[in-house]
């Protein structure tokens, strides 16, 4: 979509190979208006630095607003959870994207709040807190085991990667799928999703490291390819629910197409 004059300018500021993909997604769920400016990472895999000129961090994603009251001033948002909770405090009221945070005559109340909002405000943060650091950790070692290292060391390296996978990121892997098959037999009234019945944003946001789970479980080898999905079928299941999404869908065309243009 394309931003309009009686709506504020959203502007997404997308990164391949980064968790920008899951904010496309979002807005794509929220219907709201949006542009995208496409970056690529350098060859060294680091982020260009004209992002520097958008947030001082230079990541992404990163998400501005302008108001379209006379003088207001854009508003910069970064880090996912912040980006997800703000866009869904604005403009996702007509969505399903946020359950209802209180039981019928608790409002207000400690201890009063739905479970499927406690579960979705945990995993908002849960999917960048906990969730992600072990494959980020993969990644890393993912470049000690690739073609960027000297061959005549890369054997010494690709060794080391593999112990450090096995003793440390599988393992964590492993435990983080058992915590969310979990939630997912456990998700209030028979839900296919992880916090209810209906598609949160806690869903889109946890999409980006469980797609990763893959490319992490494969540094450990060919023996181990595979053996999650065998004993946590319903995460998996649940990922192949999550890219089945006319959102998440719709989301992959848009930046397909703009990359196209873009290489025009």
Not at 6 to 24: D, F, G
Not at 102 to 112: H, T
Request: hydrophobic letters at 40%; proline letters at 7%; glycine letters at 6%.
């Amino acid at each position: 979509m394309a931003t309009t004059t009686n709506h504020p300018k959203i502007t997404l500021y997308w990164l391949n190979e980064s968790r920008a993909q899951r904010m496309v997604w979002l807005l794509e769920e929220l219907g709201v208006p949006y542009d995208v400016k496409i970056f690529h990472r350098g060859k060294d895999m680091l982020a260009p630095a004209e992002l520097e000129k958008v947030h001082p961090l230079g990541k992404s994603p990163v998400v501005t607003v302008q108001p379209t009251e006379p003088g207001a001033k854009e508003i910069v948002l970064a880090e996912s959870p912040f980006i997800a909770q703000y866009l869904c405090e604005h403009f996702g009221k007509d969505t399903t994207l946020v359950p209802n945070k209180y039981k019928d005559g608790q409002e207000g109340k400690l201890g009063g709040e739905t479970e499927e909002w406690m579960r979705y405000q945990h995993l908002l943060y849960y999917a960048e807190g906990s969730l992600m650091p072990p494959l980020l950790v993969a990644l890393i070692l993912s470049f000690m085991s690739g073609p960027k290292v000297p061959f005549f060391i890369r054997p010494i390296t690709a060794t080391v990667a593999g112990r450090v996978n096995n003793f440390f990121v599988v393992p964590n892997i492993e435990k983080h799928c058992a915590f969310l098959q979990q939630l997912l037999e456990t998700s209030p009234n028979g839900g296919k999703y992880i916090c209810r019945d209906k598609l949160t944003a806690a869903d889109i946001l946890i999409s980006f490291p469980l797609l990763n789970v893959p490319r992490a479980e494969a540094l450990a080898g060919e023996g181990a390819r595979g053996k999650l999905k065998e004993k946590f079928p319903k995460v998996f299941d649940y990922v192949a629910r999550l890219k089945e999404e006319e959102g998440y869908k719709r989301a992959e065309k848009k930046i397909e197409e703009l990359e196209a243009e873009a290489k025009q």
